[in-house]
Nanobody, 122 residues
Framework: EAQLVESGGGLVQPGGSLRLSCAPS????????IGWFRQAPGKEREGVLC????????NCADSVKGRFSISGDSVKNTVYLQIDNVKAEDAAVYYC???????????????WGQGTQVTVST
């Protein structure tokens, strides 16, 4: 069964850095566009924060560009979300998702991970 597994969440101090991992099973990072989303407590899930196309093209939303970056490792079959200069508002459950196209990724991804919690605290 194809699935996505996130890891790397945890407690981070403001100003710190964190790297989240998204590892597909049943398919490779070169088979689908993969994106990262987040949902903060009491808020709706945000749109795509960053995505990596199956061809390796990456981009992040303007709201997080400069602090967030996405990369992929075909050998490890993992997509990473690097978060730098963490802010309190970055606290959320982070999800990765995969879809056959960016449009599908935005609207209805084919696969979702279970999420990984990022807590920001001193």
């Amino acid at each position: 069964e194809a699935q996505l597994v996130e890891s790397g969440g945890g407690l981070v101090q403001p100003g710190g850095s964190l790297r989240l991992s998204c590892a597909p099973s049943g398919f490779t990072v070169n088979d689908y566009d993969i994106g990262w989303f987040r949902q903060a407590p009491g808020k709706e899930r945000e749109g795509v924060l960053c995505f990596r196309s199956r061809n390796g093209i990456t981009n992040c939303a303007d709201s997080v560009k400069g602090r967030f970056s996405i990369s992929g490792d075909s050998v490890k079959n993992t997509v990473y979300l690097q978060i730098d200069n963490v802010k309190a508002e970055d606290a959320a459950v982070y999800y990765c998702a995969a879809a056959a196209s960016y449009t599908k990724l935005v609207i209805t991804p084919d696969y979702w991970g279970q999420g990984t919690q990022v807590t920001v605290s001193t």
